[in-house]
Each structure stands twice: as structure tokens, then as C-alpha cells.
């Protein structure tokens, strides 16, 4: 059984290139007082980083969104499925055309995560 991804992957990856935190704060933008400190709160988890950020960590290591934020990606899907199952039991889904495409799709959201689905179509990728 292979453990829980990590929340990200982003100091392995920065390691596998041999960059230091302030190489890729100055890629990724961060400006300021402390050099690499955006990009040490981002490797020890301490913060989520922006979408803006994501990004620039992708294009800098070459690598997907997914494959870098792994197990936030995990963690998000599990939350949206289980919102999306809630909302599939909502009142004022009404039996019109667009009532019902709501349902199905919020169906469709809870049941990737309970069938494992999601995890299968990335490794078979």
C-alpha cells in the first residue's frame, strides 16, 4: 500500500533542479524583505500558495499542477465530492431541465471520489 501524497511537492522539485529558495522566489515573483521566505512557507506547508504562484511553480519545474500539489489536489476532490453529494440532496431542485442537469451533475462530482475514480484516471495517465 503507497502512503498519502505529500501536501506538494514543491522542495523535491527544487531540489531535483539544485535551485536555491531565493532562485525561485525571483522566478516565481516573490519581492520583498526576506529573500525565500514565500517560497519556504510554501515548501513546509504552511500556506496554500496562490494561483499565480501555482502556476509559476509549474512552468519553473516543469512540471503539472497535479503532479506538484498532489495531495491538496487529493484533498480538494475529497471536499468537493462531499459537497456535491450534499447538493445532490438539496430541496428546490426542481424537475425542469435545468433542475435535473444540476442533480446529475452534482451526482456525477460525488460519485467520482466513492467509486476512487478520479484516482484511477490519473494512473492511467
Not at 489536489?73 to 462531499?82: D, M
Not at 424537475?95 to 467509486?115: Q, T, V, Y
Amino acid at each position: 500500500m503507497s502512503s498519502p501524497p505529500l501536501q506538494n511537492y514543491l522542495r523535491a522539485n527544487r531540489k531535483r533542479l539544485g535551485l536555491s529558495q531565493e532562485e525561485v522566489a525571483f522566478l516565481v515573483g516573490f519581492l520583498g524583505a526576506s529573500k525565500g521566505s514565500g517560497v519556504s512557507r510554501d515548501e513546509s506547508f504552511t500556506r496554500d500558495p496562490s494561483l499565480r504562484s501555482a502556476l509559476a511553480y509549474a512552468l519553473i519545474y516543469q512540471k503539472t499542477i497535479d503532479e506538484i500539489f498532489a495531495g491538496l489536489r487529493q484533498e480538494v476532490e475529497k471536499e468537493v465530492a462531499t459537497r456535491a453529494k450534499l447538493l445532490t440532496y438539496r430541496k428546490g431542485l426542481n424537475n425542469d431541465p435545468k433542475g435535473i442537469r444540476k442533480r446529475e451533475l452534482f451526482a456525477k462530482l460525488a460519485a467520482l471520489l466513492s467509486k476512487g475514480s478520479l484516482k484511477k484516471k490519473r494512473d492511467d495517465k
